[in-house]
């Protein structure tokens, strides 16, 4: 247990959270221990930092049994604690002398957060997350570099942490940089002003095992900089390790930066992220929903889809009108979150009071009617044309996963009182087509897009 990584100690300490929260009056376990973490392990005793003196003596007065007996719980192992503040941690640690390349890359950090098994794969982003899983794996041995592009707020940035916490979770000592390409720039302008001498820098350089550099289009116009990344790059590939970029663009179409880099970044593996489908948005909500404590609120599937729906384009905006609408059900208060309330919660963010009026059966049935050509009464009515048929399900389709507090029966009287077999048997075919069929996905995402810019 001694030599456990960061990682690992901080799953544990989420573990062990997780028991305390179960058997701890809520205030009291918000107050004194939700900020605490393990700050490291010297032989049997665990050195755990809270938020301050007060937390100490409640904790080493009134909770210390429970305590040890939630760590025995999860590790499995008898462990001693002992509880420090956090301007205790800072006073006491061990001062060592300041070696030039250890102050490189001091911005470079992972988020521990931002993993594989929280990253939701669709098929907007299947590749790529499948071309990180592997270089992770073997880092160096294949798709060096791996360039990762993609429009802001896709999850780009997320499976570049992922890549760097799975190569060090495999191997606590490898060395792993990941940086901004910004904070590259700045740490470099940083070392020139103490130290002229670059041959240091690339000499520390050589012995990163993995080298990740995100938002790469940000080195544009910066001459200097780019030469020392052409070189850095060189290095590292030349001895067998890992680069992975991301940017906003694919190589051939950054701007301002050297052709030989273009070159370089474009002799791996490229991939691209799309914007997220409507069911990867919907499975982003529910596991951030399960990873964020906040399953004390019921979320109404209806819920769920109108926040897909509304904000597929970036992930980022996406989780953003997740947490107005927790936070409004919150101040609300109430423990439901249905349609309705999501409606209230996110108006200001898309601009209309009226969101839940906005889209209804009939505009549904006069938007597919248009797109194939027909009138709303012909796609209503009884007609058993293959062409009709098939518009008539994907109207059924649409409303099923636009009107999302819709029930089937709803679906049914819309079509001149169709029977729920009928209209789950429509909903089903044209599912299963766009699993296969190239023309079906192509028109559901026109049509879908099509709805929200309604």
Not at 34 to 44: E, P, V
Request: proline share 2%.
């Amino acid at each position: 247990m001694a030599n456990i990584s960061i990682s690992e100690s901080i799953k544990i300490w989420d573990r062990v959270l997780e028991t305390l929260k179960e058997r701890l009056d809520r205030n009291i376990f918000e107050q004194f221990f939700a900020d605490s973490y393990i700050y490291t392990i010297q032989g049997d005793t665990l050195i755990i930092v809270v938020n301050g003196k007060l937390a100490v003596t409640l904790i080493e007065k009134q909770h210390q049994e429970l305590l040890n007996e939630a760590i025995l719980e999860v590790t499995q192992t008898v462990f001693k604690t002992k509880l420090i503040t956090e301007e205790e941690k800072i006073k006491n640690a061990p001062k060592e002398p300041v070696k030039t390349e250890e102050v490189v890359f001091k911005n470079s950090r992972l988020n521990f957060n931002l993993t594989f098994d929280n990253y939701i794969v669709g098929s907007c982003n299947r590749t790529a997350a499948q071309a990180a899983l592997m270089i992770a794996a073997t880092p160096g041995k294949m798709f060096n570099p791996l360039f990762i592009y993609s429009e802001s707020g896709l999850g780009k940035t997320h499976l570049l942490h992922a890549v760097g916490n799975k190569i060090k979770f495999a191997n606590p000592n490898a060395k792993v940089v990941c940086i901004t390409a910004d904070d590259f720039f700045n740490e470099y302008v940083s070392f020139l002003t103490t130290n002229k001498d670059t041959g240091v820098l690339r000499d520390y350089c050589r012995n990163i095992d993995a080298f990740l550099i995100d938002d790469i289009q940000f080195l544009k116009d910066k001459t200097r900089t780019q030469e020392l990344f052409y070189f850095i790059f060189n290095d590292l590939i030349s001895l067998g390790k890992q680069i992975v970029i991301t940017s906003d663009r694919m190589p051939k179409d950054l701007q301002d930066i050297e052709d030989r880099l273009i070159t370089r970044f474009s002799s791996g593996l490229t991939v691209n992220i799309e914007e997220p489908d409507h069911e990867t948005c919907v499975s982003i909500l529910k596991l951030k929903i399960q990873n964020n404590n906040i399953s004390e609120l019921e979320f109404d599937d209806s819920a769920l889809e109108l926040l897909a729906s509304k904000f597929s384009r970036n992930i980022r905006e996406l989780e953003g009108a997740l947490n107005k609408l927790v936070y409004f059900a919150i101040m609300k208060p109430t423990s439901r979150v249905d349609v309705a309330l999501t409606c209230e919660a996110i108006s200001s963010l898309t601009g209309s009071k009226f969101i839940q009026d906005e889209i209804n059966e009939q505009s549904i049935i006069s938007l597919v009617a248009d797109y194939y050509n027909l009138t709303p009464s012909v796609l209503t009515g009884n007609s058993h044309t293959s062409q009709i048929v098939l518009a008539r399900h994907v109207a059924m389709y649409l409303m099923r996963v636009t009107l999302t507090d819709i029930s089937l029966k709803k679906i049914g009287a819309a079509f001149g009182g169709k029977d729920h077999s009928t209209v789950m048997s429509g909903i089903s075919k044209v599912e299963k087509l766009l699993k296969t069929d190239a023309s079906m996905q192509a028109a559901i995402k026109e049509l879908k897009e099509m709805v929200k810019d309604k």
